[in-house]
């Protein structure tokens, strides 16, 4: 352990201190969407944030689980269904904001780094996607009441739904110019709920 | 020019050997499959389709431009809509299609590291996505047949359609384990023609 790693050294009784967590995911933010996810080091994490390189460590085994944690932060993970909100109406407002989150760019810097991570790491891609579990869980209880309210086709597969939706958004980010379009989550939405068929 | 590099120099009347090019471009695939994108260097594709880096470079400015033709090769650019084909079976094969190139090991690997590549060049980005626009044009004249037909919605948007269907199936196999399930392209297909919400 470092000098100046004394304010947050685990002691019995005396609780990890969580500013410490948010200087250091703040850092990670800052430093990803200037620099890019492949020249940033947990080095210059800890600088940034003004902790040392164990600090950081501590609480984050690998640069790809402490990005994870500050692109997609917990507390964000908020998607609530409103009640008798129609379907197709809360699939675009998840669509909404599942493009503001991969829009930002820390998000935007992150993903294709920590996709190129994920291949070398099967064991670390499965963890971090655990890590959406909660909104996943969200969303199938939607995707539940949507079916029992006649909203939803009675087969509609949830999960299938989730990650076309969160694919098709990434992409327009990330490899496509179409999420520059003004309307392009509504759209994209509306493709999925209504489908490109003639009825 | 380096020793060895002989066979391929551009003199009047004697053109480039494409044999050349195909080396370098299965080189290029088996580096970037075995190790991903970004460890592998110009050198080492020079190094193991026995040509020198000049030799590399007069063909493709940089590993990102090599590397794209190389996992989106323009002979594979080969989607054709049958006569008489059911919309929705269209989009279906092309959707196998798209998942059979996304999945092999040399285009797993090599997408995020292009897209990361596409953050910080925003021209390169420009550049390799207009090399998929045959493609764009073959799907437009494919989704304007089938509005034409009365099987596809009178407003539906091909390139949405495309990139939606793109952007899914990429991120089925590099961001989550849907694309493992058998019939996943089948399944994306459908959800994106028949829509999510019931009729």
Redesign the interface.
């Known amino acids: 352990m470092g000098i100046g790693d004394t304010g947050d050294t685990p002691r019995p009784g005396r609780p990890r201190d969580p500013r410490t967590d948010e200087l250091i995911l703040a850092a990670a933010r800052e430093l990803v969407a200037e620099q ?3 020249r940033v080091s947990i080095d210059a994490v800890a600088r940034r944030a003004g902790v040392t390189r164990p600090t950081v460590y501590r609480r984050w085994p690998s640069k790809a689980h402490l990005v994870h944690e500050a692109v997609y932060p917990a507390r964000e993970m908020s998607f609530r269904p409103l009640p008798h909100e129609d ?2 109406t809360g ?1 675009s407002r998840f669509a909404e904001a599942a493009l503001d989150s991969f829009r930002r760019p820390e998000t ?2 992150a ?3 920590l ?2 991570e ?3 790491q099967p064991e670390l891609k ?1 963890l971090l ?1 655990a890590r959406m579990d909660p909104v996943r869980a969200i969303f199938r209880a939607f995707v539940a009441d949507a079916i029992a309210r ?5 087969d ?2 949830a ?3 989730f ?10 980010v ?5 999420a520059a379009e003004p309307g392009f989550a509504a ?2 939405a509306r ?9």
């Open positions: 890019g996810y492949n379907f197709a699939v935007a810097a993903v294709p780094g996709l190129a994920y291949r070398d499965d996607v006649g909203q939803a086709r009675p509609l597969d999960d299938l739904l990650e076309s939706l969160s694919g098709a958004l990434m992409f327009g990330l490899g496509s110019d179409l759209s994209v493709l999925l709920t209504h489908g490109a068929a003639r009825p």
